[in-house]
């Protein structure tokens, strides 16, 4: 059992930066791959970034690319985004998730991928 915990949000300038941090407990951490969802009010949940179990491979939704960082600590069962440059549009709840990584694909993009969630942080980013 993994059980997640987001930090790290909060209220940002247009152009500014966050750091959010997934924090997980269990001893299998380290062996599952690991994505970032946001969801804005009255829209569905979106993937924003994905990193594989080793942090080897990641992935990023268009909008993001160049913008953010997806990166991990497994020593310290950590998952990090890094987000610069923040735009209006980003405001959103953002999620950490993840599951046990399997040899079928290095990362994960959907939302039904994904066996554990956090209880999400907010970031608002102002005009």
């Known amino acids: 059992q993994v059980q997640l915990v987001e930090s790290g949000g909060g209220l940002v300038q247009a152009g500014g930066s966050l750091r959010l941090s997934c924090t997980a407990s269990?001893?299998?951490?380290?062996?599952?791959?690991t994505g970032w969802f946001r969801q804005a009010p009255g829209n569905e949940r979106e993937f924003v970034a994905a990193i594989s179990w080793n942090g080897e491979y990641q992935y990023y939704e268009e909008s993001v690319l160049s913008r953010f960082t997806i990166s991990r600590e497994n020593a310290k069962n950590l998952v990090y985004l890094q987000m610069n440059s923040l735009k209006p549009e980003d405001t959103a709840v953002y999620y950490c998730a993840s599951k046990r990584a399997t040899s079928d694909s290095h990362y994960y993009t959907g939302v039904t991928d994904y066996d554990y969630w956090g209880q999400g942080t907010q970031v608002t980013v102002s005009s």
């Open positions: 269990g001893r299998t951490f380290s062996s599952h791959a």
